[in-house]
């Protein structure tokens, strides 16, 4: 039986790398709605950060986030991330 290789991606914040389905991806589509993907099958750029608050306030405060995706992030989308990653902590 082939061992399955498993997805690692990059946290905006803390730049370290995760499997995919520990992270938060936030993606933007082709017309320019800016959304955060809890199943990560949604079609755009995406980009990803850990569960941690510490990561995204780093993430918030350098643009990290803005920059990777190339767009401006509404606020509505860190107040889902906030509350996404209070669940988790």
């Known amino acids: ?9 990059k946290c905006i914040g803390c730049m370290e790398s995760f499997p ?6 936030i993606v933007k589509n082709k017309e320019n709605e800016i959304k955060l ?6 079609n755009g750029r995406g980009t990803y950060i ?13 643009k990290r986030l803005a920059k990777s995706i190339e767009a401006e ?8 991330l906030k509350l996404e990653i ?3 902590e």
């Open 1 to 9: 039986m082939k061992k399955r290789k498993i997805p690692m991606r």
């Open 20 to 25: 995919k389905k520990e992270l938060c991806r």
């Open 37 to 42: 993907d809890l199943v990560g099958k949604l």
């Open 50 to 62: 850990c569960k941690k608050s510490d990561c995204l306030e780093k993430a918030i405060k350098s």
């Open 73 to 80: 992030i509404p606020d509505e989308v860190y107040e889902a």
């Open 86 to 88: 209070s669940r988790n």
